[in-house]
């Protein structure tokens, strides 16, 4: 097991979650929430991954032959899905702001104040 | 085989895609659809009050036949035990209290109401039911997705599109981490 992979999902969700949190805009603040989905996608790959190992097609290779863990890639799969359904939500929410209020900033669109 | 373990999500899902359907014919008609959708989530409150006290603990559902075999487990399931299944009932039997609120709470009521507050309904179902934590982050998504275009529901305010985006992003958040918690 490499470390590497490991230190790249890191960098992600930190790179991710800056923007999250400084975000001035409400499209950016959801391309900063894919940033820290898509560090996800390389963690499960990274967990997945056997060295020397080939794709789990086991059409014309051996049954035995040493593969990585489809497991692991079907949960990425699905993960994608699950982010076009939450990112077409947002941005639906977006367009909404804007339409009603004019203004994308997310600071501009406050009403409830702790 | 038990057949309610499927069916307690089906029916929910199956109900919302009906009415989504059937929108422009039941266009004026709210009560009909506020009575489907109480009934639909009815049926559900029974049918996992029917599975927590009648299956023995840990009886496994798996979908399509798919059972373990040498130890190994490919496939999808659902497990119940008095606790889970008592814990999706306890969430049926809420959903149904809250849509009878809502009967009177909003003075119009479009069909998404209904059809987001039913699929809302099948992903705590599911939820609660699933039997591994692949499945669980999946229904948890499913649940999360209604959830946020429930929170926005009066688009027109200012309120819930703002609670929404917050509400969103936070719990997107949360869930992906705790989806490298599963992959970890």
Same mark, same amino acid.
């Given at each position: 097991?490499?470390?590497?992979?490991?230190?790249v999902v890191a960098w992600i969700v930190a790179v991710g979650?800056?923007?999250?949190?400084?975000?001035?805009?409400?499209?950016?603040?959801?391309?900063?929430?894919?940033?820290?989905?898509?560090?996800?996608?390389?963690?499960?790959?990274?967990?997945?991954?056997?060295?020397?190992?080939? +794709?789990?097609?086991?059409?014309?290779?051996?049954?035995?032959?040493?593969?990585?863990?489809?497991?692991?890639?079907?949960?990425?799969?699905?993960? &994608? &899905?699950?982010? +076009?359904?939450?990112? +077409?939500?947002?941005?639906?929410? +977006?367009?909404?702001?804007?339409?009603?209020?004019?203004?994308?900033?997310?600071?501009?669109?406050?009403?409830?104040?702790? | 085989?038990?057949?309610?373990?499927?069916?307690?999500?089906?029916?929910?899902?199956?109900?919302? @895609?009906?009415?989504?359907?059937?929108?422009?014919?039941?266009?004026?008609?709210?009560?009909?659809?506020?009575?489907?959708?109480?009934?639909?989530?009815?049926?559900?409150?029974?049918?996992?009050?029917?599975?927590?006290?009648?299956?023995? !603990?840990? !009886?496994?559902? %798996?979908?399509? =036949?798919?059972?373990?075999?040498?130890?190994? @487990?490919?496939?999808?399931?659902? #497990?119940?035990?008095?606790?889970?299944?008592?814990?999706?009932?306890?969430?049926?039997?809420?959903?149904?209290?809250?849509? $009878?609120?809502? %009967?009177?709470? /909003?003075?119009?009521?479009?069909?998404?109401?209904?059809?987001?507050?039913? *699929? /809302?309904?099948?992903?705590? *179902? =599911?939820?609660?039911?699933? =039997?591994?934590? /692949?499945?669980? /982050?999946? %229904?948890? #998504?499913?649940? =999360?997705? !209604? @959830?946020?275009?429930?929170? @926005?529901?009066?688009? #027109? #305010?200012?309120?819930?599109?703002?609670?929404a985006l917050n509400f969103a992003i936070t719990n997107s958040?949360?869930?992906?981490?705790?989806?490298?918690?599963?992959? $970890?």
């Amino acid at each position: 097991m490499q470390v590497f992979p490991f230190l790249v999902v890191a960098w992600i969700v930190a790179v991710g979650l800056y923007g999250l949190i400084t975000s001035r805009d409400l499209i950016h603040q959801i391309v900063c929430l894919i940033v820290v989905q898509s560090s996800t996608y390389v963690l499960l790959l990274a967990v997945g991954y056997v060295t020397g190992g080939v +794709a789990p097609y086991f059409f014309d290779i051996s049954p035995h032959a040493k593969a990585v863990d489809p497991v692991v890639q079907a949960l990425a799969l699905t993960d &994608v &899905v699950v982010e +076009a359904a939450v990112t +077409a939500l947002l941005l639906s929410f +977006a367009i909404q702001a804007h339409k009603r209020f004019g203004t994308l900033d997310p600071h501009a669109l406050a009403e409830l104040k702790g | 085989m038990n057949p309610l373990f499927p069916l307690a999500v089906v029916v929910p899902l199956l109900t919302a @895609a009906a009415l989504l359907v059937l929108r422009v014919p039941l266009q004026g008609k709210r009560q009909v659809r506020g009575l489907v959708a109480v009934a639909a989530a009815v049926a559900v409150a029974v049918m996992l009050l029917f599975l927590t006290f009648r299956t023995t !603990s840990g !009886s496994v559902y %798996w979908f399509a =036949g798919f059972r373990p075999s040498g130890g190994v @487990a490919i496939g999808i399931d659902f #497990e119940a035990d008095p606790l889970n299944a008592g814990l999706a009932c306890l969430g049926a039997v809420l959903m149904t209290a809250s849509m $009878i609120f809502a %009967w009177r709470y /909003f003075t119009q009521v479009g069909t998404y109401f209904h059809v987001l507050m039913l *699929t /809302f309904l099948a992903g705590m *179902t =599911g939820f609660c039911l699933a =039997g591994d934590v /692949f499945d669980l /982050f999946v %229904w948890f #998504e499913l649940m =999360g997705v !209604s @959830a946020y275009a429930l929170t @926005a529901y009066r688009p #027109e #305010e200012r309120g819930p599109i703002q609670g929404a985006l917050n509400f969103a992003i936070t719990n997107s958040v949360g869930a992906y981490l705790s989806l490298t918690g599963i992959g $970890i």
